[in-house]
């Protein structure tokens, strides 16, 4: 027997929302053997991992808190995608979105006042942005490919990162811990409810934000077309090197919110650890969820969970928390490879002997 | 030794995993293939060879677990991009992500403990010249695999029947389709090269460089590696040279920190990435020859049709 990919004369609209799910389940089983090749009851393992979370209300309220910056920077992000351009430096963005936000609080702490936070977020924002600018101007200037260039700053910004808080920005109270000063009552955002802040509603808006803008508007349309056919959209007037810039800074703004808004909204001081690997992550929940705003705030949800499930995993069945990363990589595979079936049919054909094949001939 | 041997010394241990990555990445490129996936595979190989050798006690054995784990992980890429036909560049990352968390988990066991060497090898003699002795007769056998390596991959590309036909695979795969040259089986078979050398590159970390697992110890190498291949606009020989030259700008920083140079040593750590980054955006600033030298059906589906 021997599988063929036959091309479909069009993509398939069912297996659109098909594939995530195929993945999904896909997933599942792979942790079943997963889990029993460490040695635990595969049954009992996924409970702990992917259900139990879902069932308490801290962790449900710890999901949100770890969905807000993946669905922040996985919607950019699935607008760069869409537009062609490969940003996968979003880890630095973040970082330097998180450093640039934390300038006003750290270095003028007794600058109090209703406009402190925003001009924190905004300093974040463009903190994310100007990240961002550096591959996006070599790609445009120079040509340089946008994927490597934006990976290694990501290395740039985390030591970048790791130097203010151990040398100039090092908290004088910190009893040499190597973290910044706590940030004062008005650079903090406000809590919702527990764990959760406001940053889950930036997160609400830049999803439905992002969907107009894709799907509504002409500005979207053309950073469609200019990623699936950019020659058609350099005959619409559509400007390559403007779309590529475009969609770089606002991924890359996004990203510096999801930053400045991790460090400001949960944790409340700049240390060298304050992303768990959102800004890769973030990939994931962008093709999880089809490059589609609001399929990326579900993914975020979904690998919010791979998260906390991790955690929970490592509590209560003495498994390695790396297995969080492992399910996350896992999921992307799975929906790479279901993702054939938008584009082609598996055609199954029976394999012909080659003696066959010589009695057919005259 | 003198200052300088050690210099040059350090200069080539840092190099060599840099060129060993970058001839896999090379010719599974020259294939038409771009495999992301190198940091991913390096790390896996890293800790499979590293673990190959706690658990037989053999340093040799280690190194061939290294090329197995870069294989088995390269296969999966392979499985993805040529069978499934999906996304190469959305792959290598995935591959790359899901490299880092196997490793973390299955490195768990392994962190603190002391590694098994690769030994140098001292060559009578030849060795104890005066200045070019330990330089050119003492590395261990890797290095010299590795130069070996970049020689047999020019050969073969340019030289060979079996090359030829890998970079027509990857500069038109429609015509060397038609002209019965097996596309998806050449392209299989350099992802699978790939594999094997970037498996590799991850065990020279863990099994000379620094015998000891430390988790994600391959701290970008990956991605400098491809970078390399850029660098090297697709030529075996050129990307020795640049390895040497990356190799340098890695070992510049521990020397500059040795030598007390008043900066941070964040800044000096940072100095191979933003390297880097400028070495890409010199070579990409003549657009005419980079467009030339990358083949053209770099990372473009292809499936067959009968």
Not at chain 1, 292 to 312: H, Q, R
Not at chain 2, 250 to 261: K, R, Y
Request: hydrophobic share 55%; charged share 10%; net charge positive.
């Amino acid at each position: 027997m021997r599988i063929e990919l036959r091309h479909r004369t069009e993509d398939s609209r069912l297996m659109v929302w098909l594939s995530p799910l195929l993945a999904l389940g896909l997933t599942l089983v792979f942790g079943t053997f997963l889990f029993a090749a460490l040695g635990h009851d595969p049954f009992r393992a996924l409970y702990v991992y992917f259900v139990k979370p879902l069932t308490e209300a801290w962790s449900l309220e710890e999901i949100v808190v770890k969905a807000t910056p993946l669905a922040l920077i996985g919607v950019g992000l699935a607008l760069v995608f869409r537009a062609n351009v490969w940003n996968i430096g979003a880890e630095g963005q973040y970082t330097v979105g998180a450093i640039c936000g934390s300038v006003l609080p750290v270095m003028l702490p007794d600058l109090q006042g209703p406009l402190l936070l925003p001009a924190v977020l905004v300093c974040g924002a463009f903190g994310g942005m100007a990240w961002a600018a550096i591959p996006a101007f070599f790609r445009v200037r120079f040509g340089a490919n946008e994927i490597l260039t934006s990976l290694m700053l990501v290395y740039v910004a985390q030591l970048l990162l790791d130097w203010l808080v151990r040398g100039p920005w090092r908290n004088p109270e910190g009893y040499n811990f190597p973290e910044s000063r706590l940030f004062e009552a008005d650079a903090v955002i406000p809590a919702l409810a527990g764990r959760m802040h406001f940053g889950t509603i930036f997160a609400l808006v830049a999803v439905a934000a992002l969907a107009i803008v894709l799907g509504r508007t002409l500005k979207g349309f053309e950073f469609r077309v200019i990623g699936a056919a950019p020659r058609a959209g350099a005959f619409a007037g559509f400007s390559e090197r403007r779309s590529i810039v475009a969609v770089l800074l606002i991924s890359g703004g996004l990203a510096g919110v999801a930053g400045i808004g991790e460090v400001s909204g949960t944790i409340g001081q700049l240390h060298p650890s304050i992303s768990p690997g959102y800004g890769f992550t973030a990939i994931i929940a962008a093709f999880l969820g089809r490059l589609n705003p609001l399929g990326v705030l579900f993914a975020s949800l979904l690998l919010a969970l791979t998260y906390i499930g991790g955690e929970a995993a490592q509590v209560s069945l003495g498994v390695s928390d790396k297995i969080a990363r492992v399910f996350q990589g896992a999921i992307l595979i799975f929906v790479l490879a279901c993702d054939v079936f938008i584009r082609y049919r598996l055609h199954f054909q029976p394999m012909r002997r080659p003696a066959a094949r010589a009695e057919d001939a005259p | 030794m003198t200052g300088f041997e050690a210099v040059v010394l350090t200069i080539v241990t840092a190099a060599t995993p840099l060129l060993i990555a970058a001839l896999g990445e090379l010719v599974t490129e020259r294939s038409g293939v771009l495999n992301l996936g190198v940091e991913g595979m390096m790390i896996v190989g890293a800790v499979t060879g590293f673990a190959g050798a706690q658990l037989t006690g053999s340093p040799y054995l280690g190194v061939i677990a290294a090329m197995a784990g870069g294989m088995a992980l390269s296969s999966l890429f392979g499985f993805l991009v040529l069978r499934l036909a999906a996304n190469q560049v959305a792959s290598g990352l995935a591959l790359t992500l899901l490299g880092l968390g196997l490793s973390g988990m299955i490195g768990e066991a392994f962190i603190g403990q002391p590694g098994l060497k690769l030994e140098r090898i001292d060559i009578p003699f030849l060795t104890d010249l005066p200045v070019v002795g330990t330089i050119l007769f003492g590395q261990d056998p890797l290095v010299y695999a590795s130069v070996t390596l970049a020689v047999c991959v020019s050969r073969f590309l340019f030289r060979t029947r079996a090359g030829l036909a890998l970079r027509a695979v990857g500069n038109n795969h429609a015509s060397a389709h038609m002209l019965g040259v097996h596309v998806i089986r050449t392209r299989f078979l350099a992802v699978l090269f790939g594999g094997a050398c970037s498996g590799l590159a991850g065990g020279y970390l863990s099994l000379a460089y620094t015998p000891q697992w430390v988790e994600g110890m391959t701290a970008g190498r990956g991605w400098i590696a491809l970078a390399l291949v850029v660098f090297a606009s697709w030529m075996p020989l050129r990307a020795a040279v640049g390895a040497y030259l990356f190799g340098g700008a890695l070992i510049l920083q521990f020397h500059a920190q040795a030598e007390g140079i008043p900066l941070p040593s964040q800044f000096l750590s940072a100095l191979p990435y933003i390297a880097t980054v400028a070495a890409l955006v010199i070579l990409s600033r003549d657009r005419w020859t980079a467009r030339n030298d990358s083949p053209s059906c770099l990372g473009q589906v292809f499936v067959p049709d009968r």
